[in-house]
């Protein structure tokens, strides 16, 4: 039987993760974001980072040797290993300024308009993240950028798809489910 394992990925607020969560509903697979494995659950979130063992181990025993699933966010840098099992690769691209958009209004819903408002608990690091994803498209900043994704996706041996990210949510579900099919 065929596997079907997905990857998405793309710049932070390209609308990889909505794109993960609707194609593995439409799919009926399991879901996973890479941020799950990256981050360590703390209060308030996204402040420890795993050891890139940990984080594959994790990983291991919750679903990659499962035959089906889909996985959204970067492993650039540290997924090497997890590169053979991908059967399908999603790249999304969106400009800047609409996934900083997307971006502020996240950390809104998160985190509350008042928490990441100037003099709000959250002001300062959602500052600063906004900042660092400014620069995906220029490379200026360390991490994760387009060109350094672009590298990535030239070595994966499975099919690449590139979409651009400010198109309809369904509409790119039902290309990826057609390409599935081919």
Not at 84 to 105: M, S
Request: a neutral charge; proline letters at 5%; glycine letters at 8%.
């Amino acid at each position: 039987m065929k596997t079907c394992r997905i990857h998405i990925m793309g710049a932070s607020g390209a609308g990889v993760t909505s794109l993960g969560r609707a194609l593995a509903d439409a799919l009926a697979l399991s879901h996973h974001d890479a941020d799950d494995y990256f981050w360590r659950p703390t209060t308030p979130p996204y402040r420890e980072m795993r050891e890139v063992a940990d984080r594959l181990r994790l990983m291991r025993e919750v679903f990659l040797d499962r035959a089906d699933w889909v996985l959204s966010g970067s492993l650039d840098g540290w997924g090497d290993s997890l590169i053979p099992l991908f059967d399908l690769a999603v790249f999304l691209h969106t400009p800047t300024p609409i996934r900083l958009q997307r971006l502020r209004a996240r950390e809104a819903r998160r985190f509350g308009t008042d928490a990441i408002a100037p003099g709000g608990w959250r002001h300062q690091e959602t500052e600063e993240f906004i900042e660092w994803a400014s620069h995906y498209d220029d490379g200026s900043r360390e991490g994760r950028n387009f060109e350094r994704h672009q590298a990535w996706l030239a070595a994966l041996p499975c099919r690449v798809l590139r979409f651009d990210g400010t198109r309809p949510l369904p509409d790119l579900v039902k290309e990826v489910c057609v390409a599935i099919t081919r």
